[in-house]
């Protein structure tokens, strides 16, 4: 089964790092650039982040340039989003998506999601 | 970044009826236009991609239409798994950018 599965969420300080994971599977993991998009609660979907298929390419949302990084192991089937200087506004469901070259990049397959709640 | 607008934020509709729902980009993006459908609890599913392509495995009660600057999500006759939130979002250019979501609900 094609699936993306996100762990690594939990309650941190505003102020404090967490790294988030997105284990792949089903796919060839290394021929697609992922992405990373969240949603606080009860609003709309926030884009974040993006690597390319080889890790050569980065992009980020001006909301979160500078504070996150993102990255991937090939060789382990996983991107990774390390997040620094939480804040308030950090709290969402991060979600890491497929963006599929055939189906003009949109984003085909999504994980589950993972909660981040930035709280003292 | 390209800002994208839809419309309306909340449509209330009975089962049966054909709604339709617009995104209007800020400069032109093509046909690099795709439509997710959300579910209260879970992740975004993709319904169309390139404007009009229907994604395997959605109903072909979904349709899309389009170019340029403006798009639009029609559904021709209102299933009661239908009402959702449904996204627009382009893939035409970093970032790729949503609409802020219009919520199907039953009236």
Same mark, same amino acid.
């Given at each position: 089964?094609?699936?993306?599965?996100?762990?690594?969420?939990?309650?941190v300080q505003?102020?404090?790092?967490?790294?988030?994971?997105? &284990? &792949?599977?089903?796919?060839?993991?290394?021929?697609? &650039?992922?992405?990373?998009?969240?949603? &606080?609660?009860?609003?709309?979907l926030e884009?974040?982040?993006?690597?390319?298929?080889?890790?050569?390419?980065?992009?980020?949302?001006?909301?979160?340039?500078?504070?996150?990084?993102?990255?991937?192991?090939?060789?382990?089937?996983?991107?990774?989003?390390?997040?620094?200087?939480?804040?308030?506004?950090?709290?969402?469901?991060?979600?890491?998506?497929?963006?599929?070259?055939?189906?003009?990049?949109?984003?085909?397959?999504?994980?589950?999601?993972?909660?981040?709640?930035?709280?003292? | 970044?390209?800002?994208?607008?839809? @419309?309306?934020?909340?449509? #209330?509709? #009975?089962?049966?009826?054909?709604?339709?729902?617009?995104?209007?980009?800020?400069?032109?993006? @093509?046909?690099?236009?795709?439509?997710?459908?959300?579910?209260?609890?879970k992740a975004?599913?993709?319904?169309?991609?390139?404007? @009009?392509?229907?994604?395997?495995?959605?109903? @072909?009660?979904?349709?899309?239409?389009?170019?340029?600057?403006?798009?639009?999500?029609?559904?021709? #006759?209102?299933?009661?798994?239908?009402?959702?939130?449904?996204?627009?979002?382009?893939?035409?250019?970093?970032?790729?950018?949503?609409?802020?979501?219009?919520?199907?609900?039953?009236?």
């Amino acid at each position: 089964e094609v699936q993306l599965v996100e762990s690594g969420g939990g309650l941190v300080q505003p102020g404090g790092s967490l790294r988030l994971s997105c &284990a &792949a599977s089903g796919f060839s993991f290394s021929s697609y &650039a992922i992405h990373w998009v969240r949603q &606080a609660p009860g609003k709309g979907l926030e884009y974040v982040s993006a690597i390319s298929s080889n890790g050569g390419s980065t992009y980020y949302a001006n909301s979160v340039k500078g504070r996150f990084t993102i990255s991937r192991d090939n060789s382990k089937n996983t991107l990774y989003l390390q997040m620094g200087s939480l804040r308030a506004e950090d709290m969402a469901v991060y979600y890491c998506a497929r963006e599929n070259s055939s189906s003009s990049d949109a984003f085909d397959i999504w994980g589950q999601g993972t909660m981040v709640t930035v709280s003292s | 970044d390209i800002q994208m607008t839809q @419309s309306p934020s909340s449509l #209330s509709a #009975s089962v049966g009826d054909r709604v339709t729902i617009t995104c209007r980009t800020s400069q032109s993006i @093509s046909t690099y236009l795709n439509w997710y459908q959300q579910k209260p609890g879970k992740a975004p599913k993709l319904l169309i991609y390139a404007a @009009s392509s229907l994604q395997s495995g959605v109903p @072909s009660r979904f349709s899309g239409s389009g170019s340029g600057t403006d798009f639009t999500l029609t559904i021709s #006759s209102l299933q009661p798994e239908d009402f959702a939130t449904y996204y627009c979002q382009q893939s035409y250019s970093n970032a790729y950018t949503f609409g802020q979501g219009t919520k199907l609900e039953i009236k």
